[in-house]
Nanobody, 131 residues
Framework: QVQVAESGGGLVQAGGSLRLSCQFS????????LGWYRQAPGKKREAVTC?????????YYVESVKGRFTISKDNGENTVYLQMNSLRPEDTAMYYC???????????????????????WGQGTQVTVSS
C-alpha cells in the first residue's frame, strides 16, 4: 500500500523561504516521475515543477517560479523536495506532491497524473505568503 506524507507548508512573509517535503513509501520511488502542483482558491490547479524518473534531466518549471523554486529528490529517502525562495503573495496556494510511474517530468507536468493506478498524490500542504 502506497503512503504519501507531505510537510513543510506554513505562513511566511513575502521574500521569505519555505521547503516542502514529500515522502513516499510502498513504491519503487526511482521509477516514478515526480512533481509539485498547486491550487489557489478560485483558480485552476497548476503544475509548478516536475522531474524525471531515474536519473533526471533538466526539471520543468512553470515560468512564474523559474529562478525562485528548486525541485530535488533523494532516492535513498524516497523523498521529493520543493525549495521555495523569494516567495510572493501570488504563490499562496495548497501545494500537492505527485508521482507517476515511468514518466518524464514533462509528462507529469503536462496534465495532472491519475489519482490511482500509476499515479499518487499527497494530501496537500498550505503555503500562505503575506505581503
Amino acid at each position: 500500500q502506497v503512503q504519501v506524507a507531505e510537510s513543510g507548508g506554513g505562513l511566511v512573509q513575502a521574500g521569505g523561504s519555505l521547503r516542502l517535503s514529500c515522502q513516499f513509501s510502498g513504491l519503487a520511488f526511482s521509477d516514478y516521475g515526480l512533481g509539485w502542483y498547486r491550487q489557489a482558491p478560485g483558480k485552476k490547479r497548476e503544475a509548478v515543477t516536475c522531474i524525471d524518473w531515474g536519473v533526471p534531466d533538466e526539471p520543468y518549471y512553470v515560468e512564474s517560479v523559474k529562478g525562485r523554486f528548486t525541485i530535488s529528490k533523494d532516492n535513498g529517502e524516497n523523498t521529493v523536495y520543493l525549495q521555495m525562495n523569494s516567495l510572493r503573495p501570488e504563490d499562496t496556494a495548497m501545494y500537492y506532491c505527485v508521482a507517476e510511474y515511468g514518466r518524464f517530468g514533462s509528462t507529469v507536468c503536462a496534465r495532472p497524473p491519475p489519482v490511482s493506478g500509476t499515479g499518487y498524490w499527497g494530501q496537500g500542504t498550505q503555503v500562505t505568503v503575506s505581503s
